[in-house]
Nanobody, 123 residues
Framework: QVQLVESGGGLVQAGGSLRLSCAPSGRTISSLSMAWFRQAPGKERQFVGAIRRIGGSTYYADALKGRFAISRDNPKNIMYLQMNTLTSEDTAVYYC????????????????WGQGTQVTVSS
């Protein structure tokens, strides 16, 4: 069983940056395809981006390319989501997810989830 622990959320002013972290327990990060999703109040869960298990290449939602970046630190066993030039539209609970399978943008195909971390962008 994989447990995911997110951290790094908080309150930030519009135009600012924030970095989220996700640490899996019980597995090495390079053995998992991992993703970030977010869910704003009253909206469906939205794919943010993901990093492939093999090779570590990344894939992003089109609307977030260029502002958000995913990386992983294998020795520390942590995945990061760097978020830049934040706007109020980025306010949401951000979730880390993982799968033993290939990268996917579909949330239901991720069996492992973190508890979520709140990101609030003030305008």
């Amino acid at each position: 069983q994989v447990q995911l622990v997110e951290s790094g959320g908080g309150l930030v002013q519009a135009g600012g940056s924030l970095r989220l972290s996700c640490a899996p327990s019980g597995r090495t990060i390079s053995s998992l395809s991992m993703a970030w999703f977010r869910q704003a109040p009253g909206k469906e869960r939205q794919f943010v981006g993901a990093i492939r298990r093999i090779g570590g290449s990344t894939y992003y939602a089109d609307a977030l390319k260029g502002r958000f970046a995913i990386s992983r630190d294998n020795p520390k066993n942590i995945m990061y989501l760097q978020m830049n030039t934040l706007t109020s539209e980025d306010t949401a609970v951000y979730y880390c997810a993982a799968t033993d399978s290939v990268l996917t943008t579909i949330s239901t195909q991720y069996p492992y989830w973190g508890q979520g971390t709140q990101v609030t962008v003030s305008s």
